[in-house]
Structures are given as C-alpha cells and as structure tokens.
C-alpha cells in the first residue's frame, strides 16, 4: 500500500530542485525538501534518454517500489524527488531500497 501522493506539477518539481537538498548515487539524484504538507510525497523524473517507454516505465516502477519498501524511514510533511540514472534499469527494486534507506537515514542525522 502507497505510504506517499505524488508530484505531478512542473513547480513542485522545481521546487525541490532549487530548494532541496540533493544526494546523489551512480542509480539516481534523491532531492529532500520541506514539504507544505504533512503528507510523504514523490515525484520521479525519467529521461528519454534512458530509452524507450518500456525502460521508463520500468525505471519508475523499481524506483515506486523501492520507496514503498523505505516507507518506515520516510519523514512525514517532506517532498522526494528522484531523478533516475542509466545505471537504475540495471538493478533490482531491493538494492535500489537499500541505498534509499542509507540516504535516508543520513539526511535525518543531519537535521
């Protein structure tokens, strides 16, 4: 079950990008920002360059999953957004989980 809405609008993308803190893997760019809710949101940007729809999809489908696995360690009331890399359709949803929650847990430490 979803612990998290999505971002669908072209501000709140850039938002996150200017605003936000980024921490960057070889599989993606994860961008943490204060959200205007108290509600967990996501937003995934896939480029065409990662290849064609079914790449994509698949890409926001790994990473869809990977969130829903790292759900216990998500702070309520923030914005993620995941820009996906080449090297994502590569990997599995349960690595790609792994390094969220070590991200995760190094963003909470920090603030």
Known sequence: MRCFEKLKQNYEFRRAYNRGKSYVTPEFVLYIVKGRRERVRLG???SRK????????RAKRVITAAFDMAADHLMPGYDYVVVARNKLLKRKSGFIAEKLITILKNAGEEE
């Open 44 to 46: 995934i940007t896939v």
């Open 50 to 57: 990662m290849g064609t729809a079914v790449a994509r999809n």
